[in-house]
Structures are given as structure tokens and as C-alpha cells.
């Protein structure tokens, strides 16, 4: 069975830093970080791929970074110059293996980790 876990999500100030770990228990192609804020629907915060590197939304473009330790399975996300607009919970998310590159919507990913929040105070 599939597990993604995320952590290292919590409460700064704006301006402040954190970054998100997510610990899958297989290698992917694939990985992205998806965010949902109350009562809005979920967007796209960043994705990696083995075969053609990282991609950002606009809105966390040069804030935000994501990579990743292929002999843990690990994924991260340094979040930096956070600002309230970036409070959510955000979800570590996987392709499927046979799937070798990355895409920016929510339904081309199959499996999906538990959420670690993100609270940003002005």
C-alpha cells in the first residue's frame, strides 16, 4: 500500500520560513505539492519530476522550493517570505509510477498524503 507523509507544516509569522517534508513509501517519478485554503478549491503550489525538473505557480515562484532525496523517498518544500495568502493545508501528492513526467492538475496525481497545515500570521 501506498503511503505519503508529510510534516513540518505549523504557525509563523509573515516573512518566516518552514519547509515540508514528505516520506513516501516508494519511489515516484513524480511529486507535487498541492494547497487548500478554507473554503476555496485545491491549486497547484509545485511539482518534480525525474525527466524534466521543477515547476512553481506563479504565486510562490522564487519563494518557494521544492526538491527531493531519491535514497530517502523523501520530498521537500522550502517555503520562504511566507505571507498570509499562503495559509492552507498542504498535500504531498504522487503520479502513478508509469508516469514519467509531471502536470500541474490535481487529478493526474493518484495518490495523495494526509495534509500538514500551514498557518501564516500577519
Known amino acids: 500500500q501506498v503511503q505519503l507523509v508529510e510534516s513540518g507544516g505549523g504557525s509563523v509569522q509573515t516573512g518566516g520560513s518552514l519547509r515540508l517534508s514528505c516520506v513516501a513509501s516508494r519511489s515516484f517519478y513524480c511529486l507535487g505539492w498541492f494547497r487548500q485554503a478554507p473554503g476555496k478549491e485545491r491549486e497547484f503550489v509545485s511539482d518534480?519530476?525525474?525527466?524534466?525538473?521543477?515547476t512553481y505557480a506563479d504565486s510562490v515562484k522564487g519563494r518557494f522550493t521544492i526538491s527531493q532525496d531519491n535514497t530517502k523517498n523523501t520530498l521537500y518544500l522550502q517555503m520562504s517570505s511566507l505571507n498570509p495568502e499562503d495559509t492552507a493545508m498542504y498535500y504531498c501528492?504522487?503520479?502513478?509510477?508509469?508516469?514519467?513526467?509531471?502536470?500541474?492538475?490535481?487529478?493526474?496525481?493518484?495518490?495523495w498524503g494526509q495534509g500538514t497545515q500551514v498557518t501564516v500570521s500577519s
Open positions: 518534480i519530476s525525474s525527466y524534466d525538473g521543477a
Open positions: 501528492a504522487a503520479r502513478g509510477r508509469h508516469w514519467a513526467y509531471c502536470n500541474s492538475a490535481s487529478e493526474a496525481y493518484t495518490y
